[in-house]
């Protein structure tokens, strides 16, 4: 079988931090013994094609480098527009190369799995040159976010409801996707997962007095509740640090915050990391937490059970698909106080703490290996393809 992935987010070069569970999913399928490859957008600095092992990958031109501002940061395409006017105008020469791409490079290929809808609008609009079936799984921000925006909720639903099958992170993604029409039976759960040789288990002896943080420095990943929330947990606890890790267009706002509440001391900001130097420091921290109040699923968060590093996070999206009472504890979004006493707890009970990171490893490698993730993406591929020699 020959399988091409649509997405518009895959990381720009080898060893790039950028969503490396789309390659890892592509990894994982090419293990089955698949032909793959991946169509995406390109991005300053990034070759237009090349191979990632026996993967083949090609990028979209859609403008002058200079004005390729889509994924300026990691935070995706609806993010981008809150940046001003040029990112929402450099979607529609984007919307056009990326479809050009996909009719020119799905040619001959048996199926398209298209990463976030976009792609998938993509995919639609180019089935008259391609002319194969496609799936799409659909990340989080592109449903979370465009169904409240009227003109272009309306183009991700045809692309959506003309799919052959809709794969979802979560039972929340799910439920949140039939909105625009799908019928439920027409989507299938399967999270994310990770490269758990990329992230080993941390040994208790080398775990630091410090809790960290992963993803875009933007609102809706609830880094302002952390912040305060820690403000509470060294009135205790003195000696914790937090570590964010991650770049974004609010980075500003939330340093202005920890100097205003005299926490330079205990929060450091340091910037976006490797995917190396990330599973370092998740192997070294006490705990990850996610303080969203958006989230498709939060792929750090199984990185993190991975490590042995238990989890705080929002009761919100696929959180609680990822976050069991056995491996972390979950908060109310937007709780400061909640945060702070689930923090606290796990630095002060340490028969909690070792349990739970115990835990989290063998849940990781029972429910979140890509292996037997793309196994599961492969079964719907073979079901898409049945139905249509009926």
Not at 8 to 18: A, C, L
Not at 76 to 91: D, M, S, V, Y
Request: hydrophobic share 40%; glycine share 8%.
């Amino acid at each position: 079988m020959k399988v091409c992935i649509a997405t518009t987010n895959f990381p720009r070069w080898r060893g790039d931090f950028r969503v490396p569970f789309i390659y890892e999913a592509a990894r994982g399928i090419s293990r089955h013994g698949l032909q793959v490859r991946v169509l995406t957008m390109h991005t300053p600095g990034a070759s237009t094609h090349e191979f990632f092992g026996d993967i083949e990958v090609f990028r979209a031109k859609y403008l002058p480098e200079n004005m390729e501002v889509l994924q300026k940061d990691a935070s995706g395409i609806p993010e981008a527009w809150r940046r001003g006017l040029l990112p929402k105008l450099a979607t529609i020469p984007f919307l056009i190369s990326f479809t050009n791409l996909i009719g020119k490079h799905a040619k001959g290929f048996d199926i398209i799995h298209c990463n976030w809808s976009l792609s998938g609008l993509a995919a639609y609009l180019s089935m008259f040159r391609h002319k194969a079936p496609y799936v799409i799984t659909v990340q989080g921000s592109d449903i979370f976010k465009t169904i409240h925006i009227p003109v272009v909720s309306k183009f991700i639903g045809v692309a959506l409801r003309k799919a052959e099958h809709i794969i979802a992170l979560s039972e929340d993604l799910k439920s949140a996707t039939s909105q625009f029409g799908v019928p439920p039976e027409k989507i299938t759960v399967i999270p994310n997962g990770v490269n758990i040789d990329q992230f080993p288990m941390g040994e208790r002896s080398t775990r630091k007095t410090q809790i960290l943080f992963v993803g875009s420095l933007i609102e809706r990943k609830g880094v302002n509740y952390l912040i305060e929330a820690m403000g509470i947990v060294t009135e205790k606890h003195p000696d914790y640090r937090l570590i964010l890790v991650g770049e974004g267009r609010d980075r500003n706002n939330f340093e202005k915050m920890v100097t205003r509440l005299g926490l330079e001391e205990t929060i450091v900001f340091i910037g976006t990391q490797s995917q190396q130097m990330v599973s370092e420091l998740l192997r070294e921290s006490r705990l990850l937490v996610l303080p969203s109040i958006e989230e498709g699923q939060g792929v750090v968060l199984v990185e993190a059970l991975a490590s042995g590093t238990p989890c705080v996070g929002s009761r919100v999206g696929g959180i609680p698909d990822v976050i069991t009472p056995d491996v972390g504890q979950l908060v109310e979004p937007r709780d400061v106080q909640g945060l702070a006493a689930a923090i606290n707890r796990y630095i002060e009970d340490d028969v909690m703490w070792k349990n739970a990171s115990q835990k989290a490893r063998e849940r990781v490698e029972r429910e979140y290996d890509w292996f037997t993730l793309s196994e599961k993406m492969i079964t719907v591929y073979h079901q898409v393809l049945n139905k249509e020699k009926r």
